[in-house]
């Protein structure tokens, strides 16, 4: 069974960096063997896609609220995905998800949550302005 552990979140100021993990067992980053990405949402709001990697890892697409600020990499060895965000905004608090997903998809697809079949538990970002 799949299972996604995030850590890192806390309380920044804005302006302010925090670095999220997730490790991921019962799956492979080094053979791809499941599709990952970030997500986050903000009470009261839906789930949105921040985030993810293309199948073979080797690229990258971000929501255009996070682009130029977040960084998404992972350690293939270790099994972890990380997201590094800088510059954060009042607006950038949220819980915050990772994802995986076997799916073969459209490019759209891939940003709505009922395309990802599993998820970690979150963990909670706020910024204070």
């Known amino acids: 069974q799949v299972q996604l552990v995030e850590s890192g979140g806390g309380l920044v100021q804005a302006g302010g960096s925090l670095r999220l993990s997730c490790v991921a067992s019962a799956l492979s980053f080094s053979t791809s063997s499941h599709l990952m990405a970030w997500f986050r949402q903000a009470r009261g709001k839906e789930r949105e896609f921040v985030a993810r990697?293309?199948?073979?890892?080797?690229?990258?697409h971000y929501a255009d609220s996070v682009k130029g600020r977040f960084t998404i990499s992972r350690d293939n060895a270790k099994n972890t995905m990380y997201l590094l965000m800088n510059s954060l905004k009042p607006e950038d608090t949220a819980v915050y998800y990772c994802a995986a997903t076997q799916r073969v998809l459209g490019y759209s697809a891939y940003a709505r949550p009922l395309n990802y079949d599993y998820w970690g538990q979150g963990t909670q970002v706020t910024v204070s302005s």
């Open positions: 990697f293309t199948w073979n890892g080797d690229n990258t």
